[in-house]
């Protein structure tokens, strides 16, 4: 119970303050693309490294899949872990809509191409984030103690190319919590799809790449 309550923090936190960015930067514009991408950045690394230990601050059903898949995470785990984290992900977009009423988007993730191409990024984008999640984490001491502050490089890095694009999602509820919350969910498939394909993927490369 305490990995279960743990991951629904870290995730509250995730969506509150990555999507609470956009949306006071959308109303206030001080923020900045680049103070979005930073806030990403560090929310994720600063999770990983309070909840890191306790629950493994997955934060993302596309990571929790995917660990499960190559025997890195409990498959009797991944149901209680995917409860917790949309209950994470739409407590925080609902205090967020009570917040700013007036916001018509919360976050939510939407292509600002043809549909293709935002799949495709977010394919790549999760594809790799898994990648260093992986390399990281079952890597040697010396990385696995840098892992957080690499991964949450890795998303900062992204939603700052990729943001203007794609909105740079690599998360599922990420995408579904502010989506629904706001009644924008026309292009939510995509995100939902891509993303965990993407870090599916990256699990099958990683088990290969391993291989002796």
Not at 8 to 16: D, Q, R
Not at 24 to 30: A, L, P, Q, S
Not at 80 to 103: D, H, K, M, T, W
Request: proline letters at 4%.
């Amino acid at each position: 119970m305490k990995r279960y309550v743990a991951e629904t923090i870290a995730t509250f936190f995730l969506i509150f303050c990555g999507t609470g960015a956009m949306v006071i930067n959308t109303e206030t514009g001080v923020v900045t693309h680049t103070g979005v991408a930073a806030a990403w950045g560090l929310i994720v690394a600063i999770m990983i490294f309070t909840y890191g230990r306790v629950s493994g601050a997955h934060m993302n059903p596309a990571v929790t899949i995917a660990l499960t898949v190559v025997q890195l995470h409990s498959k009797k785990e991944v149901i209680p872990y995917l409860f917790a984290q949309v209950i994470g992900a739409f407590s925080a977009s609902l205090l967020l809509q009570q917040l700013f009423p007036e916001n018509e988007l919360l976050g939510a993730s939407l292509p600002q191409g043809s549909e293709m191409q935002s799949f495709i990024l977010e394919f790549i984008l999760t594809f790799m984030l898994m990648i260093v999640i992986l390399m990281t984490s079952q890597g040697r001491k010396f990385e696995q103690y840098f892992a957080p502050v690499a991964i949450g490089a890795t998303v900062g890095l992204e939603a700052l190319y990729a943001g203007p694009i794609s909105n740079a999602s690599m998360n599922p509820f990420r995408s579904l919590a502010p989506a629904v919350v706001s009644g924008h969910t026309e292009h939510l498939w995509l995100y939902l799809v891509a993303t965990t394909t993407g870090a599916l993927v990256a699990g099958f490369y990683w088990l290969w790449q391993r291989e002796d």
